[in-house]
Every structure is written in C-alpha cells, then in structure tokens.
C-alpha cells in the first residue's frame, strides 16, 4: 500500500534487518517498525540488538547471528514467514593498493559482503516464493558502481552485490518478489572505523563536507518498500550533495 494514503504502510508485514546493530541496519530497523512492520533484528552484537528492540517495543525481536554462518542464517528463517528482508551487513578493512593487501581482511570482507549477502537471500527466498510478493532489499554501494584507489576487493564485494541483485531478477522473473539495491555514498557511520581502525583517520573522511546520515538511507529504504504492488523502485543510488563521484568530494576550505 502506498505510504501517501497509509500512516502505517506496513502494518501486517514481518521484516528481517541484517546488521541491526548499527548505522544503517539500525536506523533501517527503526524507520519500518514505524510504519508498522513487525522487526526481526540480527547482527552479533547481542546487547546493541536487546537494546534496540526495547526502544522500538511492540513485537521487535532479535538473534545474535553472523551471517557468515550459512547454517546460523538458515536457522533464522526456519518456521518464519518474513516477507520485508534487508541485507544490510557489511563491512570494509584497510585502504592499502592491492599487493599490499592482508589476506585475512580480504577474506572478511568477502564472507560478510558477498557470502553474508547469499546466505540471506537463499534462506529468505523460500517464503517469499511461497507467498508470492514480498521484498528483497540488498545494501549496496556506489564503491559496487565505482572504483577508486585503496577500494580494490571492497569494490569488487560490492560489485558482486550488484551482480547478485541483476540475476535475481532474472531468476526470480515472474515470482511476485521485489528486489531492490540501495547504493549509497559517503555516509557517516561506524563504517569509516572499522576500516581505517582510528577515531581521527575515520572523522578525516567526512571533514568539510555533509555526509548522508543512517536515516537518508532507511528513509530510501522505506520508500522502494511501500510503494504499490505494481511498482518496483529496483536501484537507488544517493549521493551527499558535496559528492560526485567515488573520488570527488567538495570540502569547505579546500
């Protein structure tokens, strides 16, 4: 139902969020049980998801999960019918060029952005076909539309996600499910200190500019996601006003 008509778009509805914990996942959590949905929240810090089920009340559960655990994703969806899921967890490490590049960061990334992102979609898909309708959202990136110096295997997770979006709309073609990529840029979340591992390096990223917040992101979401049956909103992609490209920002002073 079209949320222009409905205060509560999403009333009836039972969605799933990856990466709760936090930044996207979290503010994504918080603007669909607002229109109504019932919120299943998973991410593997346990405290941060009890927390915020508490604030949104209601029916919000949660699951301290990895999806990086095929079985564990798996295990979510078992005697549930979610037909509203987002596969919001991701991650980036390091910005060092290629050869440079650890291993094990390279495989983390992978496992979270790529096989995170499978391990979900496999596990939700069951249901959604059974019903017949039902939405996938993926999180992307612009970094999944362009690359730039130091972004290497994070690029190509995201490019993958972008590839995983394209043949599930294929594959799924006549099933009744709605898939859509939501591909942001800069957005100020923890995501900057994961990567770079230092508070100052992190806040550098955003200095003289106006990033996206959490919200502009779960606002986007909510709006592919309460549109009529008929409608679609497959890509989305947003950009801070100051950003042009994965490589151009406009900063004050510079």
């Known amino acids: 139902m079209n949320d222009q008509t409905d205060p509560l778009p999403l009333a009836g509805r039972r969605a ?13 959590a918080r603007a ?4 109504g949905a019932s919120v299943h929240l998973v991410a593997r810090r346990e405290e941060r998801l009890a927390e915020l089920a ?4 209601g029916d919000a559960t949660f699951t301290a999960a990895d999806v990086r655990d095929a079985g564990g994703v798996s295990t979510l969806f078992e005697g549930q019918a979610f037909d509203l899921v987002v ?5 980036s490490r390091g910005v060092a ?3 440079e590049g650890d291993s094990d960061d390279w495989a983390e990334m992978i496992d979270t952005n790529v096989k995170g992102v499978l391990h ?6 069951p249901a959604l076909r059974a019903a017949g309708q039902g939405d996938l959202v993926l999180l992307g990136s612009v970094a999944g539309r362009q690359v730039y110096p130091g972004g290497n295997v994070y690029n190509a997770s995201k490019h993958a996600v972008r590839a995983i979006y394209e043949a599930l709309r294929l594959d799924e073609f006549g099933s009744g499910i709605r898939f859509t990529t939501v591909d942001p840029g800069l957005v ?13 390096a992190a806040d550098s990223v955003y200095e003289g500019m106006t990033p996206l917040t959490p919200e502009d992101v779960a606002d986007a979401i909510r709006y592919a996601v309460t549109r009529p049956p008929h409608v679609n909103i497959g890509e989305i992609v947003l950009w ?7 490589r151009d920002v406009h900063r004050s002073g510079h």
Request: zero cysteines; aromatic letters at 2%.
């Open 32 to 35: 669909l049980a607002g229109a």
């Open 97 to 99: 060029p290629l050869h």
């Open 16 to 28: 799933l969020v990856t990466g709760a914990s936090s930044g996207i996942g979290r503010a994504t």
């Open 188 to 200: 100020e979340t923890e995501f900057s200190l994961v990567r770079l591992g230092d508070q100052n």
């Open 120 to 125: 979900t979609v496999r596990a939700a898909l």
């Open 87 to 91: 596969a919001n967890a991701g991650l």
């Open 54 to 57: 508490e604030e949104l009340g």
């Open 240 to 246: 801070p006003t100051e950003q042009a490209s994965t």
